[in-house]
């Protein structure tokens, strides 16, 4: 895939966001565009990554996405194009559990559950995209500058408990 660029001259970011996605059944063109993607944003923002599908086990997943990367998140940025029991349980964390930022994303196509749709919580958002590598990119350079021009952005509620 060629580079491809945003609408705007992106901006560097000093925020941590992590990208969060269904992994277990989705096709491989599916995690190459969402790869591609994340190396994008990387040019403008810290990305955080995932631990499913590598060589980490898996008893050791639940504490790295949710303890290195959702906890550890300025923005989490959902594609909700496909199902997903780890994405929605991320989700959850984010905006339900720390009260901090989720920008979630579908293609225009894509079947959402409605429970996505509903959330009704100031600090989520979801948008609808026709390319992931193009509107998809620009919608989260735009959530990043508002982020940037927000006088206060309420930090996160932090985990209580850790996971040993």
């Known amino acids: 895939m060629k580079k491809l660029a945003t609408k705007q001259k992106k901006p560097k970011f000093d925020y941590n966001v992590y990208v969060a996605c269904s992994l277990t059944h989705a096709s491989q063109e599916f995690r190459d565009k969402v790869e591609y993607f994340k190396d994008q944003l990387s040019s403008i923002c810290n990305v955080l990554h995932f631990g499913g599908l590598c060589d980490r086990p898996a008893h050791g ?77 620009d919608m989260v350079v735009e959530k990043l500058e508002k982020m940037a021009k927000s006088e206060k952005i309420k930090k996160p509620r932090r985990a209580i408990t850790k996971v040993k």
Do not use: M
């Open 61 to 137: 997943i639940y504490k790295w996405d949710i303890h290195e990367c959702v906890y550890k998140s300025d923005l989490i940025v959902a594609i909700c194009d496909l199902p997903s029991t780890g994405l929605g349980y991320e989700i959850g964390t984010q905006v339900e559990a720390r009260g901090a930022l989720c920008l979630g994303l579908a293609h225009e196509k894509a079947l959402v559950t409605d429970l996505i749709l509903d959330t009704r919580q100031p600090h989520f958002e979801f948008r609808r995209y026709k390319d992931l590598l193009t509107d998809g990119l």
